[in-house]
């Protein structure tokens, strides 16, 4: 039996959700996936740097050896140096240094520019899900990643109950941070011809449920790879209006499966919002197309034979 060992911070939300999904599915098809946990301070700043401290002292003391192991974000890469593992895999879902860049002081973003080259020297294979990430890092540091879209699981939305939309509530799910723009569609709210719900520290049942239940999903990021939610979305056609960052235009073809907006661009986030609250029969064939093109493209179903040759590749090299 295949032996892997995932590396993630934590295994809820973001990465380190796709990391579990992709575990869950993995053990599934008869992979031995080990998920590796680490105690660290919950503190902003002290996060990520005792996340690789207490966890690179507890690999030290790990005795198996495994086939391979996959660690999900830079912080994770040095754990993973410490494994005793034939290939040493490292999974980003977005410009690392960038995303530090914007939230922290000039200071932090040249130690993270240095951890992360550092992170990135550390792995045999390099795989990301945004083909946006993959251009960047072959253009920045001329470094080949594998693309891997981050799939989704229809089988767990069984789990969310028959709801009641309400007409006119949009509904915002994700950080409650400065990078995904929540505090550009708290600043426009009080003229939105509707009701705003943010969803940003509750359980993945629970946020299904008022995204169901929603007639619109706002994603006013400043900083995205790709937002996991915009399949989610798809998948209970409803309706989407977001920025035009990252690896967002990747999934979402203005005026066709949704519709983009510049970041930082008030006036006009709030302008479309509500000619689509408006428009029901824009939002309907909005909902429908970006229904089938997740169908088509990112189900288990579609995706899973990709996954099954790449964890098979590394066995083999």
Request: with cysteine; charged share 25%.
């Amino acid at each position: 039996m295949v032996k892997i060992l995932f590396i993630s911070p934590r295994y809820d939300g973001g990465i380190g959700g796709h990391a579990k999904r992709v575990a869950e599915k993995l053990q599934d098809c008869g992979f031995d996936v080990v998920l590796f946990r680490v105690p660290y301070l919950p503190i902003k700043k002290l996060k990520n740097p005792t996340f690789s401290l207490f966890g690179s002292l507890k690999a030290t003391l790990l005795r198996e050896q495994y086939d391979a192991v996959h660690a999900w974000n830079i912080p994770s890469a040095f754990i993973m140096k410490q494994v005793k593992a034939k290939k040493k895999v490292l999974s980003v879902h977005g410009i690392y240094s960038e995303q530090i860049k914007i939230l922290h002081s000039s200071i932090t973003s040249k130690i993270a520019n240095l951890a992360e080259l550092k992170a990135l020297k550390l792995a045999d294979v390099l795989t990301t899900d945004s083909k946006t990430v993959q251009k960047s890092y072959k253009e920045k540091l001329g470094l080949e990643f594998i693309h891997l879209p981050a799939p989704l699981d229809v089988d767990k939305f069984k789990e969310i109950p028959d709801v009641t939309q309400i007409e006119n509530q949009i509904v915002y799910i994700g950080r409650n941070s400065y990078e995904k723009g929540i505090d550009i569609l708290k600043n426009i709210e009080n003229r939105i011809k509707g009701k705003v719900v943010y969803c940003t520290n509750v359980s993945w049942k629970e946020a299904m449920v008022s995204l169901k239940s929603s007639s619109l999903l706002v994603i006013p990021s400043r900083m995205e790879s790709i937002p996991q939610v915009i399949k989610e979305s798809f998948y209970m056609r409803v309706p989407i209006v977001a920025t035009n960052v990252g690896g967002i235009p990747e999934l979402i073809t203005n005026e066709v499966t949704g519709l983009l907006v510049p970041t930082n661009d008030p006036k006009k986030l709030l302008d479309t919002i509500n000619q689509l609250l408006e428009n029901k029969d824009k939002a309907e064939k909005l909902s429908e197309r970006g229904y089938d093109f997740v169908m088509k493209n990112f189900t288990w179903e579609v995706l899973l034979p990709k996954y099954l040759k790449f964890y098979k590749s590394l066995i083999k090299s």
